[in-house]
Structure formats: structure tokens, C-alpha cells
């Protein structure tokens, strides 16, 4: 598949993140398309332009200039869990997945293409997933109040 897209967002699920959710430059992905009621009486809304999953993107090598990969974070969760509902939960076969994942985002950039990403340690560590991956971030920035979430920096050489 081609795009004229400059920025693809993976995992857009809500896309909580953006400023602009509907950004010209932007195509969000997600497995997943639904509106609902969560358990506790908030609507949540996944929209994305296109249904695909991030283990198997259909978009051809260097399509993009930036690439945002926002996984679901927890793979210990009720399936009706207000957390599983907004976010989405991992699959048994996470390490794979998200090794999967992260090797497509990367196939998808442009060289020196840059991939934010985004995760927070509360079940499973930042390094278990950079031992996962291989490769170390160029930098990054915890954030939240006990500062589990980390916002890391990629470049594809």
C-alpha cells in the first residue's frame, strides 16, 4: 500500500496523544474499530483510518518519516477491564508481537526515519522490551506521577 502520509501513528486507539486528531500529515492504524460505553460510564471512540495490525503493516518498506508505536501496555488485565477496553491488552505471544511490531515500524521508516515510542513499565520493564528489540533509544523521558511511563526516541540508520 501506498500513501501520501508523512506520519503513520500504529496503534492510534483513541489517539489520546494527539493535539490535532485528525492531523493532515497523519495515518492512524488500529486493530480494532469500535465506539462503546466502558464499564464505568465513559464512551470510548477507536477510529482509525485504516484496520490493520502492527505485527504485519500493509505499507511498503520507507513509506514513512515518522512512525508512532503505542502498544497496549499490560498483559495482565480482565478482558472487561475499564484499562483493556480504552487501551487493548497484550496477547500471550507478547514478546513476539511487540518484536514483530517494533521491526515493522522500523521497516516503514524512511532512513534516518524517526519512531516515537511510548510505554509505561507498570507490568513489564523498559529494558525486558529494549532486550527484546536490540536496540538501545537515542533518548528519552520518563513521565507521570510515579514516572512508569517512558517516551523513548529511535532513529532507523
Not at 25 to 41: N, T
Not at 87 to 94: E, Q
Not at 110 to 121: A, H, R, S, T
Not at 126 to 153: D, R
Amino acid at each position: 500500500m501506498t500513501t501520501d502520509k508523512k506520519i503513520l501513528d500504529a496503534c492510534c486507539g483513541g489517539r489520546m496523544m494527539w493535539f490535532d486528531k485528525a492531523d493532515p500529515d497523519a495515518i492512524y492504524m488500529d486493530i480494532r474499530e469500535e465506539e462503546f460505553i466502558a464499564c464505568d460510564g465513559r464512551r470510548v471512540r477507536v477510529h482509525p483510518d485504516l484496520i490493520a495490525d502492527f505485527r504485519n503493516m500493509p505499507f511498503e518498506d520507507e513509506s514513512f518519516k515518522l512512525v508512532v508505536f503505542d502498544p497496549p501496555h499490560f498483559n495482565r488485565l480482565g478482558a472487561n477491564s475499564y484499562t483493556a477496553q480504552k487501551y487493548g491488552r497484550l496477547f500471550p505471544s507478547w514478546e513476539t508481537d511487540l518484536k514483530r511490531g517494533f521491526d515493522e515500524c522500523m521497516r516503514v521508516l524512511e532512513p534516518f526515519g524517526i519512531l516515537i515510542f511510548k510505554w509505561n513499565e507498570v507490568q513489564i520493564p523498559v529494558s525486558k522490551l529494549l532486550e527484546i528489540f536490540g536496540q538501545q533509544p537515542l533518548f528519552g523521558h520518563k513521565s507521570g506521577k510515579a514516572s512508569k511511563t517512558h517516551w523513548m526516541c529511535f532513529m532507523k540508520r
